[in-house]
């Protein structure tokens, strides 16, 4: 599996775009860009994947560079409800799911 | 339609002694999971399963055993337990190409002591 790096702690402003950055480097061709976010002590929550385009969904954009060795994610509008843990992970589909140390975000008033 | 369900929510072990975690998910997936989480860590993988009767180590699997016997069924446990194994630990269930996210249990908590 690639490694990733993130940042450890990101802070954000409410209603501001959250903007979280992973590093993957090492990334090979068949390996997809996975986006989770652990809020508290709840198990963590699927966000957003993708491969080689970027993506949209209800709860973020995943823009992922050309070369495919970093990505971002895009919480487009805060709010303190997504204060939480965020982890990049690459993976071959049908792979098991490792994770790192993640992002704290903190999303102030 | 429950997602993932963990058995039990919170367990107190006394050194040496056994017990096992039940993981259960109606959603019909292949993929099923097992991890633990330390005090502001990441979650480590322990052991997998990537269909029934089938099960894989992951990163941490000393001291816990596995097994997957129906589908919907995934238990972790622990012959000896030791204070090193006070965690939370994980459950998750996917499908196997993992196109839609891996979905995760609500946890449990144990101490050993």
């Known amino acids: 599996d690639a490694k990733t790096t993130q940042p450890t702690s990101m802070d954000c402003a409410e209603g501001r775009a959250a903007n979280l950055p992973c590093n993957h480097s090492t990334i090979s061709g068949n390996e997809y860009v996975y986006w989770y976010r652990q809020i508290h002590s709840q198990g963590p929550q699927y966000i957003i994947h993708g491969l080689k385009n970027n993506e949209t969904n209800e709860m973020a954009s995943l823009i992922i560079t050309e070369d495919r060795k970093s990505s971002t994610l895009i919480l487009p509008h805060a709010t303190l409800r997504d204060t939480a843990v965020y982890y990049c992970i690459v993976r071959v589909l049908a792979d098991k799911l490792i994770f790192g140390t993640g992002t704290r975000l903190q999303v102030f008033p | 339609n429950a997602g993932v369900t963990q058995t039990p929510k919170f367990r107190v072990l006394k050194t040496g002694q056994s017990m096992t975690l039940l993981c259960a998910q109606d959603m019909n997936h292949e993929y099923m999971y097992w991890y633990r989480q330390d005090p502001g860590m990441g979650l480590r993988l322990i052991h997998y399963?990537?269909?029934?009767?089938?099960?894989a180590k992951g990163e941490v699997p000393d001291g816990y055993n596995v097994s997957r016997l129906k589908k919907q069924n995934f238990l972790l446990g622990l012959e000896s337990a030791a204070p090193s194994q006070t965690s939370v630990y994980f459950c998750?269930?996917?499908?196997?190409?993992?196109?839609?996210?891996?979905?995760f249990g609500q946890g449990t908590r144990l101490t050993v002591v």
């Open positions: 998750a269930s996917s499908y196997w190409g993992g196109e839609v996210g891996a979905f």
């Open positions: 399963s990537v269909g029934e009767g089938t099960t």
